[in-house]
């Protein structure tokens, strides 16, 4: 890509984030917008405090910024939990990362890319010539000056790696106040006992009963076992839509838009009452949820939760073999009921295996067929041989300002629009291999898509044009840091071009604006039935938010010493993304779950990848430019930094898997003198049952067929509680 093409893509990024921040800053005043862009508070009963909603000028439109800058770290934990703070270390620990690189790659290393003359680049016309000029291909073969890259790896990596120790050290003391601070949760007296032994004497629940009150007699509190409802949340799901069409129709003045025909063919029916039409079916399906609830008492899982009377007693039940036989009695440690994810406890363990294979064939499938957007991208860029592929577009492609938005816009935006597709599927792929909360298949897909993101963003685009055909390097492996070093500073326009599209544009239009979910709700406004008055707050997307931000940190951290011109727009990335997405986690955003920052180890994990793999390519780059002693110099520096991955896993990642006997002995001490821990445990002998299970009931429902022929009691309403 040339310079002038990065500056068109830049310009038209510009021009689109502008738009879309001063559009945000103007209808985020109007208070017809508040549930789109501010649903948390509307939610909450606090806009009232939002004190610039539907007041002042232009200018107090923009004072969203500076009330999204003033929270302090521990309001936000005491608004949205640990997990959003952890979310947010992450773009501090970016800042500080690339505020260094931007001051070693802006002001050492690209000079001395740019005085180089390995690529004899005329500089008259600078802006027609390729953007290798400012990378460390255009430094001379032998040059000395590679040296200063070989220090500024090793000095880069030492900064990052002091950074790493410090935010796991940080994080890991927070987690620690956090449960220390935090009131008494279900989760943490619960466990999860799976493959109870079924026994032609007993059920399952008399079963568990026996077990913990003959072994752990002193401790044991209750337990629920889990049932098969699938069919019974069926029901339920439908007398919601019918109860919430009916509000609907009621809530009509016109009394002629309650009639219509009942059916698509009803052109040989006679009209009905809608109204009659729901309340009749209200009718029904309630007698078809209480048929079923009661034969659901009887469907028993051999699963269930138990509750003990201290954490320490979970703690230990959950992590020490319960019976003889390894294969019985499993126990895990319970999520919060908000965070139960039901539908897989009937699974067996053949269905959950055949899950999990089918899930890894799914992913390598999605895995190929993605290469083709790829080689799309790859040939958008390269005019050369798109001209050769579609001949008819040579007239085209030869005017200037076209071959520079095809180029240095439209690849980054095609690859970026079908990646956006990759986040929902992996959700659903994690959803069926048997995990037992929201918070575990969350942090599953998220894994999912950052390697496949890793993979197929980086490697497929960076390997397309130079090693896709060649097969024979999969058995050279020597052969690789040298196939890197050519093939990844080929890319760096690209991906200069790729953190603007993707970075700036999408946060600013996907995360502030909220351009889908603005056209979705005046589509559905104007032109469908809106019956649902209900302001829907949604949920932190981590699974698509963390490895999208984490792509980013393998980008600036690859191209540090290949390609330092990408570091600038990384920090206004990590800028940016710092203001928008506090603003989001104070309005938008409401936490489902707290896993109390378990996210934090992936970030870990993949900045350690993305050093080794800066390592591995500067082992290759270094060899290409005929400086061998700086290559061999350099292959200590990834085991040095294993080593650092090895003693962070010892010190710091036990205390995410769980807590320490010393603070649950501590907090279980406190909970004697708490004249609330009698109340907490009456509360937690219900916390378990299963939603569909709670007789939630529709008074609305109840008043509406009071003039109805039968009078009945109103519909039990559990779809809104899982």
Same mark, same amino acid.
């Given at each position: ?35 789109? *862009? ?52 992450? =773009? ?72 790493? *120790?410090?935010?796991?050290? *940080? ?6 106040? +956090? ?5 008494? !949760? ?56 019918? *109860?919430?069409? %009916? ?12 009639? &219509? ?7 040989? !029916? ?20 209480? #048929?079923?609830?009661?034969? @659901? ?5 051999? @699963? ?5 009377? #201290? ?8 992590? /020490? ?29 053949? &269905? ?47 005017? &200037? $300002? ?18 956006? %597709? ?25 894994? &999912?898509? %950052? ?17 896709? +055909?060649?097969?024979?390097? /999969? ?22 071009? +790729? ?23 005046? =589509? ?27 792509? =980013?940190?393998? /980008? ?21 993304? +710092? ?6 986690? /104070? ?19 993949? #900045? ?12 290759? $780059? ?49 909970? $004697? ?50």
């Amino acid at each position: 890509m040339i310079l002038s093409a990065l500056l068109t893509s830049v310009g038209i990024n510009v021009a689109l984030c502008l738009v879309f921040f001063v559009s945000y800053s103007i209808l985020r005043n109007r208070p017809s917008n508040a549930e789109l *862009y501010l649903p948390r508070l509307v939610a909450n009963g606090k806009l009232e405090e939002e004190d610039e909603v539907g007041r002042g000028g232009l200018l107090s439109c923009f004072r969203w910024v500076k009330r999204a800058w003033q929270p302090t770290e521990d309001e936000l934990l005491s608004i949205s939990g640990l997990d959003a703070v952890v979310f947010m270390r992450i =773009f501090i620990f970016g800042l500080r990362v690339f505020r260094f690189a931007v001051i070693v790659g802006i002001f050492i290393l690209l000079p001395f890319n740019y005085m180089g003359n390995q690529l004899n680049i005329d500089f008259t016309d600078l802006p027609n010539k390729s953007l290798e000029t400012f990378s460390i291909s255009n430094v001379d073969d032998g040059s000395n000056r590679l040296w200063i890259h070989f220090s500024a790896i090793y000095v880069f990596t030492a900064v990052v790696c002091y950074l790493l *120790y410090y935010e796991y050290d *940080y994080i890991a003391s927070k987690r620690i106040a +956090y449960f220390y601070s935090s009131k008494p !949760r279900p989760s943490q007296f619960t466990i999860l006992v799976r493959s109870i032994p079924a026994s032609p004497e007993r059920s399952y629940s008399e079963s568990v009963e026996t077990f913990f009150s003959e072994y752990y007699p002193s401790t044991y509190l209750s337990h629920a076992v889990v049932r098969r409802t699938n069919k019974l949340k069926g029901l339920i799901n439908d007398a919601d839509k019918a *109860y919430k069409k %009916l509000v609907h129709l009621k809530s009509k003045k016109d009394s002629e838009q309650s009639s &219509k025909r009942t059916c698509f063919m009803a052109l040989f !029916r006679k009209k009905v009452d809608l109204l009659d039409h729901y309340e009749k079916k209200l009718e029904d399906i309630e007698g078809n949820v209480r #048929t079923e609830r009661t034969s @659901a008492v009887g469907k028993e899982v051999p @699963a269930a939760f138990v509750s003990f009377k #201290t954490r320490l007693s979970a703690a230990v039940a959950a992590h /020490l073999q319960q019976g003889v036989k390894p294969t019985k009695w499993l126990t895990e440690q319970a999520p919060d009921p908000q965070d139960v994810y039901w539908p897989f406890f009937s699974a067996s363990f053949v &269905k959950i295996w055949i899950c999990n294979i089918a899930v890894i064939f799914a992913c390598i499938c999605i895995t190929i067929l993605f290469l083709v957007p790829v080689l799309l991208v790859q040939g958008l860029t390269h005019l050369d041989q798109l001209e050769i592929l579609l001949p008819f577009l040579t007239g085209v492609l030869k005017v &200037k $300002i076209i071959s520079q938005v095809i180029t240095g816009y439209l690849p980054s935006l095609i690859l970026d629009s079908f990646l956006s %597709l990759v986040p929902p599927v992996m959700i659903v792929l994690s959803s069926i291999q048997g995990y037992i909360a929201l918070s575990q298949i969350e942090k599953s897909a998220c894994i &999912k898509v %950052l390697w496949f993101t890793i993979w197929n963003i980086f490697f497929a685009n960076v390997l397309s044009g130079t090693a896709l +055909y060649r097969f024979d390097v /999969l058995f050279e492996p020597k052969r690789i840091p040298e196939l890197l070093a050519v093939a990844v500073p080929a890319q760096a326009s690209f991906f200069i071009a +790729y953190v603007v599209t993707s970075g700036w544009t999408k946060t600013f239009s996907s995360e502030l604006f909220r351009l889908k979910r603005l056209i979705w709700r005046h =589509f559905k406004g104007n032109l469908c039935c809106k019956y649902d008055h209900e302001t829907k707050v949604p949920s932190n997307p981590y699974h698509s938010e963390i490895p999208r931000i984490l792509f =980013f940190s393998l /980008l600036g951290i690859t191209y540090f010493f290949l390609a330092p011109l990408i570091l600038p727009f990384l920090l206004i990335y990590y800028c940016f993304g +710092y203001i928008i997405y506090r603003n989001q986690l /104070l309005n938008v955003y409401e936490p489902k779950f707290e896993t109390g920052g378990k996210f934090w180890p992936v970030v870990h994990d993949a #900045t350690i990848f993305s050093l080794i793999l800066m390592h591995i390519i500067a082992i290759g $780059i270094f060899g290409l430019k005929k400086v061998p002693l700086a290559s061999s110099l350099t292959v200590p520096l990834p085991i040095l930094t294993l080593i650092f991955n090895s003693y962070c896993r010892r010190r710091f990642l036990p205390s995410f898997k769980g807590y320490p006997a010393e603070c649950l002995i501590n907090k279980d001490r406190v909970d $004697i003198s708490d004249p609330g821990i009698s109340s907490f445990y009456r509360k937690l002998e219900s916390a378990y049952k299963d939603p569909s299970m709670k007789p939630v009931r529709y008074s609305e429902a109840g008043e509406s067929s009071s003039n109805s022929s039968s009078s009945t009691s109103p519909l039990l309403h559990g779809a809104d509680n899982y």
